[in-house]
């Protein structure tokens, strides 16, 4: 089984919001794959069924952000999974809007979500796939992350996402993380 998490804020006040760029790619991917997102455990929003011939589970944490690792770490107990079969899509400030990049492993890079995975799993060494939402211009971190991208922004954004969204499939098809990378960065 391939686990997927995408990596957001619960909440009507976050929702669409640049901090919210995992829970986005996450949705995508299960409305292409037709999945739905309809049960709840261990603190998540769950969606599972077969991709590609392949059994998937889509995990949305409904903890805040700096706690998701409290529902990755369990559900990886859990289904007993391996870290190669976990991806993790996250938003970065460090990669312009319309750009993913996808690693196998790496620091937190400041982003608390991925610092309580790290923290829960005892590791940093498993995959993610970053999306771009480039640092702010004028406002703070937390006001830019937490708002929602422009007009200008935001079909440069939907773009990533779809690359996004068909790492995803690729990933779940078999394709390892050096091809992706080589296709995808």
């Known amino acids: 089984m391939k686990m997927i998490v995408g990596l957001g804020n619960i909440g009507p006040q976050y929702k669409q919001t640049r901090h919210n760029t995992g829970f986005m790619v996450v949705e995508q991917f299960a409305q292409k794959a037709g999945l739905t997102f309809t049960s709840r455990k261990m603190e998540a929003k769950l969606a599972s069924g077969q991709v590609n011939g392949e059994k998937v589970l889509l995990v949305e944490p409904t903890t805040f952000m700096n706690e998701s690792g409290r529902a990755v770490g369990a559900l990886m107990h859990f289904y007993k999974l391996e870290l ?68 200008e922004q935001r079909p440069v954004f939907n773009q990533a996402a779809d690359h996004a969204v068909d790492a995803l499939f690729d990933w779940v098809a078999g394709e390892d993380i050096p091809d992706l990378m080589n296709r995808y960065n």
């Open 84 to 151: 190669a079969d976990l991806i993790v899509v996250h938003d970065d400030m460090d990669l312009p809007i319309g750009r993913i990049r996808i690693r196998p492993k790496g620091s937190a890079g400041g982003h608390n979500g991925i610092k309580s995975i790290i923290a829960a799993l005892g590791t940093s060494e498993f995959n993610r796939i970053k999306v771009g939402i480039q640092h702010p211009q004028q406002s703070t971190v937390v006001n830019y992350v937490l708002g929602r991208f422009t007009a």
